[in-house]
Structure formats: C-alpha cells, structure tokens
C-alpha cells in the first residue's frame, strides 16, 4: 500500500546529480522506493557505467514501476549542462524535482598552498556546476501555472555555516552555495517553486576517498571513532522534503551524527571509552607523525565530591580543565563565577585578563543575544542568527569555561552557586564553588498591574521574535479566507505595540514596512487598506527620553504613514480579541 508521500510522488520526474555513489545513489533508490510504481529517475554523473548498475539495482530492488535514464554528465563542465535538458527524451523533460548533490573536495591545503587545479574542480563543481544546472531546469519550472512549480534541493554541507582550517576553498564553495540558494528562495517566493538545502555533518562516502586522492587509510581515519551518517540517512531526508504536501517547504536543514554538534566537534570513542574529540579538518589531523595527545580528565570532574547544605555534588574541578597547559595553569586561580550571558556579562568577560582568575559562565542560554536587532529580525529584514554569538567562542577567548544551567541559589556563607539542569521532567542540582561572584542574570518583565498578559507577545528573546513573526503571518493567512467575517479580518489586520520608547518606535515602524511593503505583495489588495498598526504611549511623547526634535520628526513620519499614534495612554487589560487602555486629555483626567 502507498504511503501518502509515495502518493505525492508518483508521475514526477526527478533528476539527481551525482548520483553514481554516495547520497545521490541513495536518493535515487530512496525515491524509487517510496513511489515505485509511477516514478522516472534521470540519473547524472561522470561514470555511466556505475550508473548503469545503480539502474540495474533500482530496477531489482522495485521492478518496472520505475523508469531509470542514467546520463553521463559533468556538471562542472558548462557546456555539457547547457545541452542536458534538451537532449532528454520526451517522457523524460518535465523535470518535477532536481537534486543538486554533485559536489567534491581535494586535500587539506591552507590558504598560499592550495593547487590551482583542485581550486578550479572544487568551485566549478560545487558551485557553478549546481548554478548552470538550476539554470537550466528552472524555465521548465517556470512554464507551469502561478508562477511556477518544482522542486530545487541542493545538498549543501556543514562546511557552508562553519569554515574550517584546510578547508577553505571547499568551505568558500558551500557557502556560495548557501547564499546562491537564500538568494533564489526570496527570488522566487511569488511561485510555487520550493527551494530547499540540505546541509549534512560528517556523513561516511567515497568523498573522503576522494579528498586524500586514494588514500583509503587517511580517509577511514576521519571516521575512526566515530558513528558517521550513512548517505541513507541524507537520502531519507532528501526524500521526505520532496514528498511533502506542496504547501510545505523544508527549506533549510542542518544533519548531524549524534555526538557532532559542529563542524570541527565530534565525540569520538578511543581505547573503549568515551572522549571528546575535536575533530579539526586540518593537515596535521591526518600526517602520520600526529602530534595529538591523549587527555586525562580528573576522576573529581567525573565524580565530584558531595557536600554543602543541601550535600548536593560540588563541581570543584570542570572536565576541561586538563584540555591545555593554560587551563591546567588556571585550575589554582581564584574561582571567578560569572552567571548571565547578557550585556553585562559580556561586557565583563571581554576586559578580563585570563590569567587573573578560573573563569566560569553559567547560564541557560549558550549565545549573547544582540537585543537592539530583534525587531529587525522578527520581521524578516536581518537572520535571526546574525543577532548571535556563541558564548564559547567569546569565553574561550579567556580561557574560561561555560556550563549550561541555571542558578537558582546562592550560598553566601560557604561562597555556593546552586545550579540546575533540566532535562525534560528530570533535575540535577550541583554546586558552583566560588571566589568571586557577578551576578548578571537580568530582570523579570514588570506587568504594572496589566491583566491578561498572557494573550500578548512580548520581545525578549529570539524564541519571541519567531512566535511573533508566525502569528503576524498566521493573521494574514487568515485574513484572506472567504469565511473570516468583515470585521474579524479587520481585527486580525489591527497591530497594537505597547511603549513608545526606542524598541516600541523601532518595532512599530519594521512592523509597518513589513506589512506594506514585503507581504502585501503578495497577499490580496484588500488586505492593504485594512492593515493598521498602533502605538499605545503613556507619556506624551514617543520617544520622550530623546531629544525633542527627533520626538517630532518620529510622530511626523508615523503619521505620514498612517501609523496611529495614542499618547498619555496606558494599557489596562488585553483580552484575547482586543486591548482596553486608559488615555489622559490635556488637562490629566483619565
């Protein structure tokens, strides 16, 4: 019985490139079987004979269901792309879906070493081999009704978001690859074209193979250790993109192993246990004369010893204390606890001088969130993860440490930090020794009496710029139903920001572009003249802490715009279908 996905499947046609090995022999036999029974393959790669056997394969594993065209194609050669769809055969031109996989990378040079020929292979690959191909099926796309219709999956990599040392002209390629498709997906968000990248971790292939010229050795040593992603597991996930409801776009996907978490962090097995590896792409990871040492970590790291008031484990030596001579040097140091991750925090851990002290950050969230940019993130205008910075990379700066927790608790007589970790309904508390504390956790919203806060937003964090953004578009999506009433359309299309401070003017004035400028183009004219946005101030002024004139010219452009400006007012109460305020005249009476 066909599964729903197979059933969306079937009659299309799908192209995969590079489909002789790896992840694109997977993904043609992954698609063969979901929809065996209606289902062309056009098959692409530089070696047709293995690509005849992988059509041999699909044709045992699933039977005459499937058609397969294997095509001996080089897609880093232009002309050879240009001259791939019209070549075709008929019943196999009206290309539905193409699965950009070819791509490859040659050695671990670094920068001023590299050879000129695996820059050339490298680039015109994987990043104008995928461009001439999307080039060239795209106009068949284009040609079917509202605008046009297809899939465009690139399979991209880790290497695109996190650049490596020996890797910089394979990283350079998967982040052209990376902005090509960001690009492309914003080009053609008027179509029912779906844009679609897949970005793998460390998957075991023939790529290694390919990167050490042959030496199959140096290849299965990037794997030792490890539990590598199978080109199945890709495969799997390629498939499932295409298979879903044409509504649905899984447009940006990051694929880990379990125990990766980065581009150069592996947890690796190593003499029948458990350590952490970081699993650098660089020349000296694969010499033979390795130069990398095996560390001991402290069995109290592991183990700690109990005590305190509450006799809860007392975290007095880190896992990583041991990772270098420098941190080892630091162990000895006053213990300086920082918790919080916000402004102060960082501002803090930025003038350190790491020989000062044993540094160590607690926190829930393991990033500094660049707050003044949250309205521009939450409509669209900058990535949510521009506003970001790994806490990490600035603690290791100073050598510190950083334990995602929270702190609940403070000791100040035996000079304790009581955190916590929760994971899902468990709780492990443990003790934070310290010499020096900063405490920099921030503050709780102030409600001032407001009732029904629960059926507002607010803009705190990047979880509450992504919930906003949904339910601005969620409004809209209902708004255009021929069921919504009149009046609840207006309703959804009715914007109140609370505060007419920085971030409220900030918030409103994104809020409005966004409305009038990005979506309604395409959302029905209707929805223009009905959109409304409102600032509720309580002062008399926005923007009253600033100076005069820029308080005027800000009212000025808002009512320029038609952006409804109620000052002297304050909220009293929000219901779930609209907000009651209260609002001052001139002479102060409410």
Known sequence: ??????????GKTVVVTGASSGIGRSTA???????????????????????????????????????????KLDVSKSSEVKSFVGNLPEEFRDIDVLVNNAGLVKGVAKAGEIAEEDINIMMTTNVTGLINMTQAVLPIFKKRGDGGAGDIINVGSIAGREPYPGGSIYCASKAAVRSFTDAMRRELIATRIRVIEIDPGQVETEFSVVRFGGDKAKADAVYAGCEPLTPDDIAEIIVFAAGRRENVVI??????????????????????????????????????????????????????????????????????????????????????????????SVALLKQLNPEDYHITVVSPSNHFLFTPLLPSATVGTLELRSLVEPIRRIVSKVRGHFLKASAIDVDFSEKLVECVVTEGDQQRHFYLPYDKLVIGVGSITNPHGVKGLENCHFLKDISDARRIRNQIVRNLELACLPTTPDDERRRLLSFVVSGGGPTGVEFAAELFDMLNEDLTKYYPKILRNEISVHVLQSRGHILNTYDEALSIYAESRFANDQVDIQTNSRVKEVTPDRVIYTQKDEKGEV
């Not at 350590?275 to 109290?300: G, I, M, N, P």
């Open 1 to 10: 019985m066909a599964t729903s996905m197979g059933k969306r499947l079937e």
């Open 29 to 71: 036999m992954e698609f063969a079987k979901t929809s065996p029974k209606n289902l062309k393959l056009v098959l692409t790669a530089r070696r047709i004979d293995t690509l005849k056997q992988v059509a041999e394969e699909i044709k045992k594993e699933v039977g005459e269901g499937v058609k397969v065209l294997p095509v």
């Open 251 to 344: 447009a940006d996907t990051l694929v880990f192993p379990n125990h990766q978490a980065a581009a150069t962090v592996m947890h690796k097995k190593s003499y029948g246990a458990l350590v952490l590896a970081f699993f650098v792409y660089d020349y000296s990871t694969y010499r033979e004369d390795t130069d990398t040492e095996d560390l001991a970590v402290s069995e109290l790291a592991l183990n700690p010893l109990r005590g305190g008031p509450k006799d809860l484990p007392i975290a007095n030596h880190l896992v990583d204390d041991d990772d270098s001579p420098e941190k080892k040097g630091s162990k000895h140091k006053p213990k300086l606890v920082i918790l919080g991750t916000g402004w102060g």
